[in-house]
C-alpha cells in the first residue's frame, strides 16, 4: 500500500441525476466532491483539537503559497487541500443503467415533452473507483497521534460518504453512495450510531429506520417527507377517514406557539370559499383562522417553493380513463405564488430565493438515514409574500426552531400511527398512499443515534 496513493471501491445505492448520464464513463466528478471532502475533513480537524486548522507547509493552497504553519485566513469552507482527485466508471457492460423516467421525487422532468430535455438518472450495479494522490508532506497531531494527510483522507472518507450525496436532489437520497473497499481490503460499513460520532458538532444526532429493500429507498424518501411537510389526505378533506394523516410540521407548531399554518390563511385570505362552502368544511373540522397573528409559514423550515396550486378540475383517472373531481369537498382552484419580501443588499434580488429541506435523507447499508441540518438564522422570522389573483398577505416564519426537538416529536408521530391506519393508506389506489402505507407496515420506529458532542456530556 502507497502511503501517497488511494483507491477507493464505491457502490451505488440510489439513481444519480446527471446532466451527462447517458455520455460514456459519466460518474462522479471531483469538481462536486473535492471541496466537500475538504471542508469535512478540515471540520473534523477543528473538532478534534487541532488549533485554529495549523496546518503543516504544503497541505493547502494557501500554506504551500505562504510557506507558514499558521492558522489561514481563509474561512474553512474555502481552503483546498493538496491532493488530487480522480474518478472511473466500470468499463461496459458492467451495469451501467441510465433513464428518462427519473422518480417522482425530482419534479424537474414536469412538463417537459421532448425526452432530451428531461434530466436523466445514471445507476452503476458495479462499483465505481475514485484514485486520491496525495504528496503532501508533514505530519499534524491530532489528539497526540501523529498523522499524515493521507492517514487522515483514509480514516475519513468511509464516514464521508456514509454522510453525503450527489448531484442533483441530493438531499432527497438520489446519488447516494458508500465505501465498500479502499487500497484492496474490504471496508466494514458503519451502524448508524458509529456513525454519528462524525457529526459535525452543529448536528447534535442522525435518525434512521431499518431498509433491507434497496429498491424502496426513494419511495420510502417520498413517504417519509409527506408525512415530514405535505400530510397525506386521501379522503377528500375527512380527518377522521384512515386515510388521512396531518403532517409532522403543522403538529408540531401547533403544540408549540399555538401557531396555524399558511395553509389555513391561503384558505381564508388568498383562495376563499364562498360562504356555503365554508359550512361544508366545518362538517370536516376545518376551522378558518380568523387573523394572521398566530399563522405563520412552518412548511417553509422544511424547504421553500415558489409556489402551491390547489386543484378542483375534472382529470382523466389513468387507469380507467374515466374524468373524475380530484377533491369533491374542495372549493378552491388557483396558484398562489410565494416569494421572499426580505432583500439582499442590493435591494432587487429577494434574500432568500432557494431554500432546500434541511433534513438530508441518506440511504446506506440496510438503513434509511435522516440528518437534520440546522435551519440558517436568515430563515427565522423571515417574511415571504403569498400573491394570486389579486389576494395578498405576507407572512412570517417562525422566530425559533429547534431541527432536533422536532425530529424527535416526528419520531413519536410516526410511532404513534396505528397499524389499521397503515394497512388501509397501503390498500389505496393513491401511490404515495401504497409508499406511506409501506413504511409504516414494515417500520415500527424511527431510531435516533446521539454524535459525538451529545455522547461525550453524558
Known sequence: ?????????????????????????????????????????????????????????????????????????????????????????????????????????????????????????????APQTMTI??????????????????????????AFFALHNFGTRSNKGFGSFGVIAMDGEEIDSFTPEKLAQF???????????????????LNDIQALSVLMKGGVNLTHGDPENPQFQ???????????????????????????????DEAVEELFSVQPVQSLEKCRYVRGLLGITEGVEYRTDERKDKKTGVKVKKNPHSYRSGKVKIQGKDKDKTGKKPLIARFANPVLFKPYEGYLLMIPHPV??????????????????????????????????????????????????????????????????????ISRAPGKEETSNE
Open 376 to 445: 440558517p438564522k436568515k430563515m427565522l422570522g423571515a417574511s415571504f409574500v403569498f400573491e394570486s389573483g389579486g389576494n395578498r398577505k405576507t407572512l412570517r416564519t417562525p422566530d425559533a426552531f429547534d431541527i432536533d426537538d422536532f425530529m424527535q416529536f416526528f419520531a413519536e408521530v410516526f410511532k404513534s400511527i396505528p397499524p389499521e391506519k397503515a394497512d388501509a393508506f397501503s390498500h389505496s389506489r393513491i401511490e404515495i398512499g401504497k409508499y406511506v402505507g409501506d413504511v409504516l407496515q414494515y417500520n415500527s420506529c
Open 1 to 125: 500500500m502507497s502511503d501517497y496513493k488511494i483507491t477507493v471501491q464505491l457502490k451505488q445505492y440510489t439513481p444519480m441525476l446527471h446532466f451527462q448520464a447517458e455520455e460514456s464513463g459519466a460518474c462522479l466528478r471531483a469538481s462536486e466532491v473535492k471541496h466537500r471532502l475538504d471542508r469535512f475533513v478540515l471540520t473534523w480537524l477543528s473538532q478534534n483539537g487541532v488549533d485554529g486548522i495549523r496546518l503543516p507547509y504544503g497541505w493547502s493552497d494557501q500554506t504551500y503559497k505562504d510557506k507558514k504553519c499558521e492558522k489561514p485566513e481563509k474561512p474553512l469552507e474555502r481552503i483546498s487541500l493538496r491532493y488530487r482527485m480522480h474518478f472511473d466508471a466500470p468499463k461496459a457492460p458492467n451495469g451501467k443503467e441510465t433513464g428518462s423516467e427519473v422518480h417522482k421525487l425530482y419534479f424537474g422532468n414536469m412538463g417537459k415533452k421532448n425526452d432530451h430535455e428531461k434530466m436523466k438518472s445514471l445507476f452503476y450495479t
Open 199 to 217: 457529526l459535525p458538532k452543529e448536528i447534535p444526532a442522525l435518525y434512521y429506520l431499518s431498509n433491507e429493500n434497496s429498491d424502496t429507498y
Open 133 to 158: 494522490l496525495c504528496l503532501a508532506g508533514g505530519v499534524i497531531d491530532v489528539k497526540g497521534q501523529k498523522m499524515t494527510l493521507s492517514a487522515i483522507l483514509r480514516k475519513l472518507i468511509p
Open 246 to 276: 396531518r403532517d409532522a410540521i403543522r403538529l408540531y407548531f401547533g403544540k408549540n406557539g399555538g401557531f396555524r399554518s399558511e395553509k389555513a390563511m391561503i384558505k381564508k385570505f388568498i383562495l376563499p370559499a364562498k360562504d356555503e
